[in-house]
């Protein structure tokens, strides 16, 4: 019987792609998304999800009104993403799958959040699962326009299931459009081996043996008409048939990495994070691989107080800021603007932009929406950074204001011009569902 809704699925969704001819619903990517949906139905999910639960309403987080509320919801998400990453074990289907994603509904699917790890709305994240020593070849197209950047990573273990570190994992290997070389056509291949690049400028080394996940970031800032790039893997040296899903014992295998990752995750956030003081941020530092640079702060305010953000972007191609509920995760991309970035955003006068993050809406630009929580991360992101930038000027001001307060020179926001922002970010949104 499974194996028959399976299959019923996989006809059903050829067809619903070829008719839609978007980019990212491919057959394989929803055959795991049904196949996460069953897994979360699970018992051992169930009981995991649970434990999650208990482990956040422990954590100090917990006590501010924002964690509290949030920690259900935060606790589904990771669980989610533990799904995929137990989907992404499997050497038998080489594939490109995207997780890592908000909540999304396509295809008589409705597909939970997934993500975590203050995950960030501009991107696109992809990973595909590949044999160490093992032989592929990865062929993509980039869309005119397309996304900023787009980014490969060969990655030494899943994020938050290896040693703590900064980036949650260590590459082993990497490359990014800027040293990518695209024929006329915006088509590309990259070599996936475990050789030597030798005089192959297209190419990931791996690792001779392992099982290794290849994580991929498409970068967008203008989402309207950024759609992402077509990504597919074929292995060259060898072919395995598909092993069947078996959605209690890959429920078994999810719950088994929940119960690692979400302790892990915890535990970044009060390292890296929470060990700050409050309503800062911490300097702004170089990220591993050319990804540009980072930072990332905590607030509490009171109801009737904002934070001001006032940031360069350093002539970066992308500038992103965004802030996530207490425990890491990001909130829903298409309904609330708690993300800005370079192209979303208006700058002043100067060129620099000035960001507000408050519990109520203050009636001003480049507002970040928390939807009502007055607690939570902020982090800021510069990609495509110019060569010699000074990092040192790119956070500019930080201070702490009531709202009445506020700095006239920011241009007002009226309530039915807020509404209409909210229902471009949506649509905006749709593009990567949709093309």
């Known amino acids: 019987m499974k194996i028959w809704l399976i299959l019923t699925c996989l006809i059903s969704c050829l067809s619903a792609a070829e008719s839609q001819a978007a980019t990212l619903d491919t057959p394989e990517q929803l055959e795991r998304e049904q196949t996460l949906i069953q897994v979360l139905k699970q018992p051992e999910m169930r009981r995991a999800t649970a434990r999650v639960e208990f482990l956040y309403a422990s954590d100090p987080r917990a006590i501010t009104s924002a964690g509290k509320r949030t920690i259900q919801r935060a606790a589904k998400s990771i669980a ?29 699917l409705d597909v939970p959040n997934s993500g975590f790890g203050i995950e960030n709305p501009d991107n696109i994240y992809q990973v595909m699962t590949v044999a160490g020593g093992g032989r592929y070849l990865l062929r993509g197209k980039m869309p005119k ?22 980036e949650g994992f260590r590459q082993l290997d990497t490359i990014q459009s800027e040293q990518i070389q695209f024929s006329e056509d915006g088509s590309f291949d990259i070599s996936i081996d475990s050789d030597p690049p030798a005089d192959r400028r297209n190419h990931l080394q791996i690792p001779t043996k392992g099982v290794l996940q290849i994580g991929v970031r498409q970068l967008l800032t203008n989402w309207a008409n950024q759609p992402p790039a077509s990504l597919q893997i074929q292995r060259l040296d060898a072919t395995l048939p598909p092993a069947p899903r078996d959605y209690r014992a890959l429920a078994q295998r999810a719950a088994a990495i929940l119960d690692q990752i979400a302790p892990y995750w915890l535990n970044y956030n009060n390292k890296f994070i929470y060990s700050r003081p409050i309503n800062s941020i911490a300097p702004v530092r ?7 640079l980072s930072t990332s702060g905590h607030y509490a305010l009171r109801q009737d107080e904002a934070m001001l953000i006032r940031v360069d972007t350093l002539g970066s191609a992308s500038f992103g800021i965004q802030i ?12 609330r603007i708690s993300s800005l970035n370079n192209a979303q955003a208006k700058p002043d006068a100067h060129g620099l932009f000035t960001f507000v993050i408050s519990a109520k809406d203050p009636g001003v630009i480049n507002w970040l929406d928390s939807g009502g929580y007055n607690s939570g991360i902020v982090t800021l992101r510069w990609q495509g950074v110019p060569q010699g930038a000074a990092m040192d000027l790119a956070i500019r001001d930080i201070r702490l204001v009531k709202l009445s307060a506020l700095d006239s020179s920011l241009s007002r926001v009226s309530p039915s011009a807020r509404k209409e922002e909210r229902r471009k970010r949506a649509r905006d949104y749709a593009v990567r569902l949709t093309r």
Do not use: N
């Open 145 to 166: 326009p397309g996304p900023v950047q787009i980014h490969f990573e060969v990655r030494d273990s899943l994020p938050g299931l290896g040693q703590m570190a900064v």
């Open 286 to 292: 170089q990220r591993p691989g050319g990804r540009g």
């Open 80 to 108: 989610a993403q533990s799904v995929y990453y137990a989907l992404s074990e499997d050497i038998s289907r080489p594939a490109v799958s995207w997780s890592t994603a908000a909540r999304h509904k396509w295809h008589g």
């Open 324 to 335: 996530t509920d207490p425990w890491g995760v990001a909130y829903e991309y298409g309904a």
